[in-house]
């Protein structure tokens, strides 16, 4: 990966790639149509939207005469950086609630803070005392009771043996 890259570690490629067109002055569909890629697909890539494969990279680098590797590097270190961002949210225990309770959806693609107070909902009116438990434990006391402010119960046991 060229040296005057290694600061864009963590940006998508295709932002990257954007600010290199730019700056060369050259337009996006004519260097679509040069490296034979579908212009709005190129056009998906350069927003964002679209990850870059390895055989797209090395034809862009050749293209504009880059290192080879360098899009590679920059989509490996973009799709890190989003992973650590998933991690750093975190999830509740999924082997204490049950999938059942999601039978809509699936509960490894359910965002657990965008759908915070649908997940809390659902645990309170229908799982049981461990499920709420640690949704408790996930969420925290003060956001069950913002969203269940008038449901929730004296606190349930932390321990499967307390009374």
């Known amino acids: 990966m060229e040296r005057r890259f290694e600061k864009y570690k963590g940006i998508h490629p ?4 954007d600010r290199e067109l730019k700056k060369r ?3 996006q569909r004519p260097f679509a149509m040069a490296i034979s890629e579908h212009v ?3 056009n998906a890539i350069v927003k964002g939207k679209r ?3 390895t055989s797209l990279a090395l034809r862009i680098e050749t293209e504009l005469g880059l290192a080879e590797g360098t899009f590679v590097m920059l989509q490996a270190f ?3 950086r989003k992973e650590k961002e998933k991690l750093a ?3 509740p225990d999924l082997s204490i609630l049950r999938k059942a309770l999601f039978w809509d959806t699936d509960i490894n693609r359910i965002d657990w803070q965008k759908q915070a107070v649908a997940v809390i909902e659902r645990v309170f009116e229908r799982g ?3 499920e709420k438990q640690e949704v408790i434990r996930f969420y925290g006391k003060s956001k069950i009771d913002s969203v269940l402010p008038t449901k929730v119960s004296p606190p349930l046991a932390l321990h499967e043996n307390e009374p």
């Open 25 to 27: 002055s050259i337009k």
């Open 89 to 91: 949210k975190g999830t």
């Open 78 to 80: 973009y799709d890190i």
């Open 40 to 42: 709005q697909s190129f």
């Open 51 to 53: 990850g870059i494969t």
């Open 128 to 130: 049981d005392d461990h």
């Open 14 to 17: 295709g932002i990257v790639l």
